[in-house]
């Protein structure tokens, strides 16, 4: 019996400052986990907001869902963080309830009047449509007259006629997405491309306004 003590006490010995180097590995990769998921958060929030904003209405639930996944996981482990990454942490869940907030008030102000946001989209397409209605053909033509008219009047257009343009291309967009197998590859390119002259102007307009504010 004797014999066998000597071993498992050194076993012991050896052991033991093993265990405490694993533990040591694992607490101190936990923290630099957590500041892995706040710079995911924190670039999912810079691409959410200085993207553009048109369509953002329809995909508010899958927003809204991939925030609170996000920071319900770094809310659970914020003690890890550094006292500045708290700060930044804090900062940017800030900014964007604030971006939240201000768009769903414009999309608000919008659908409100029906009437006039009827008005404004028959401006905008220069028809009056019922664009769920549209077929696959006509489109390209629809998406092409709407881009002639953001071009032509956004200089003067207010931040609710940028989220009412927005809303007139949400819908542009889900009908495309119904019929998009209909359409051959050069109108698909084509929807596409004035789909990104969108956001590029829109993205202009954004820059436009925080140099005036400056």
């Not at 033991?16 to 958060?41: G, I, M, Y």
């Not at 996000?70 to 804090?90: E, F, G, M, T, W």
């Not at 696959?136 to 931040?159: I, K, N, V």
Request: hydrophobic share 40%; charged share 30%; no cysteine.
């Amino acid at each position: 019996m004797k014999r066998l003590l000597l071993p498992l006490a050194l076993l012991t010995t050896i052991l033991t400052p093993l265990a405490t180097q694993a533990q040591q590995k694992t607490t101190a990769a936990t923290p630099s986990a957590v500041e892995r998921d706040l710079r995911t958060f924190s670039a999912w929030v810079d691409q959410k907001i200085d993207s553009a904003s048109a369509g953002a209405h329809r995909k508010w639930p899958k927003l809204m869902a991939d925030y609170d996944r996000q920071s319900a996981r770094l809310d659970r482990a914020v003690d890890s963080l550094s006292v500045q990454s708290k700060q930044k942490y804090v900062a940017q869940k800030a900014r964007y309830k604030a971006w939240s907030a201000e768009q769903q008030q414009l999309e608000a102000s919008v659908q409100s009047d029906p009437a006039k946001a009827t008005a404004i989209q028959n401006k905008l397409l220069g028809e009056n449509v019922t664009i769920s209605k549209t077929r696959a053909a006509e489109l390209p033509d629809l998406y092409g007259r709407f881009l002639e008219s953001t071009r032509a009047q956004r200089r003067s257009w207010t931040a609710t006629d940028w989220t009412a343009a927005g809303v007139v291309l949400a819908k542009l967009n889900g009908r495309y997405d119904q019929v998009r197998d209909q359409l051959d590859i050069d109108e698909k390119v084509r929807i596409r491309s004035l789909q990104g002259e969108f956001r590029t102007l829109e993205k202009a307009k954004d820059v436009k306004d925080i140099f005036n504010g400056l």
